[in-house]
């Protein structure tokens, strides 16, 4: 893949994986950022391997790598959000809306930092990497019936936060729902 072509996906994704890493670090905006430059750092040295198998869908590989990446970040007992510190979404009109996105990043934050491991784990691979309860079962060496107990916990926590995270643009329709 040339220079222009991994610029462009760089300029259309990194604001994505920053506020995908956002929510599996639990508001750690630093980490956040450092999370999506490792991503895309390895998907650089992916391009740019011969020898590796082709990847069809980079969105899709760089929210997986991301969440993975972010995943192996120490916990932080403490959230700490700033909203100093957050993303303002390039459409934003109007300073009621950008107050109602702050928040929803606040608890979303805070309910992802509360889940015990293994749920946020397996609920960040899911939801936000975006991979099939097999996939996830298969990353974190468990069963699928055992990812599926996680994923029912994790999502009892989040659920009623679904509905505003899609219009964040963090998760889109066919995310966060139940998959096979």
Same mark, same amino acid.
């Given at each position: 893949?040339?220079?222009?072509?991994?610029?462009?996906?760089?300029?259309?994704?990194?604001?994505?994986?920053?506020?995908?890493?956002?929510?599996?670090?639990?508001?750690?905006?630093?980490?956040?950022?450092?999370?999506?430059?490792?991503?895309?750092?390895?998907?650089?040295?992916?391009?740019?391997?011969?020898?590796?198998?082709?990847?069809?869908?980079?969105?899709?590989?760089?929210?997986?790598?991301?969440?993975?990446?972010?995943?192996?970040?120490?916990?932080?007992?403490?959230?700490?959000?700033?909203?100093?510190?957050?993303?303002?979404?390039?459409?934003?009109?109007?300073? /009621?809306? #950008?107050?109602? =996105?702050?928040?929803?990043?606040? &608890? *979303?934050?805070?309910?992802? @930092? !509360?889940?015990?491991?293994? %749920?946020?784990?397996?609920?960040?691979?899911?939801?936000?990497?975006?991979?099939?309860?097999?996939?996830? /079962?298969? #990353?974190?060496? =468990?069963?699928?019936?055992?990812? &599926? *107990?996680?994923?029912?916990? @994790? !999502?009892?926590?989040?659920? %009623?936060?679904?509905?505003?995270?899609?219009?964040?643009?963090?998760?889109?329709?066919?995310?966060?729902?139940?998959?096979?």
């Amino acid at each position: 893949m040339s220079q222009d072509a991994f610029d462009s996906l760089y300029r259309a994704r990194y604001g994505a994986l920053v506020a995908k890493a956002y929510l599996v670090v639990g508001g750690r905006r630093d980490v956040a950022e450092d999370v999506a430059q490792q991503a895309f750092e390895q998907c650089w040295r992916r391009m740019n391997d011969p020898a590796g198998p082709p990847v069809e869908h980079w969105d899709r590989w760089l929210a997986k790598v991301t969440v993975r990446i972010a995943l192996k970040q120490p916990r932080k007992a403490e959230v700490v959000f700033d909203p100093g510190q957050h993303d303002r979404a390039a459409n934003l009109l109007d300073l /009621a809306v #950008e107050v109602q =996105l702050k928040e929803v990043y606040r &608890r *979303v934050c805070e309910e992802m @930092a !509360r889940l015990r491991q293994r %749920p946020r784990r397996a609920m960040a691979l899911s939801s936000i990497a975006g991979l099939s309860t097999a996939e996830v /079962a298969q #990353e974190m060496g =468990l069963t699928q019936s055992t990812v &599926r *107990v996680y994923l029912a916990e @994790a !999502r009892r926590a989040l659920e %009623p936060l679904r509905v505003e995270l899609r219009q964040l643009g963090i998760v889109t329709e066919g995310e966060g729902k139940h998959r096979g």
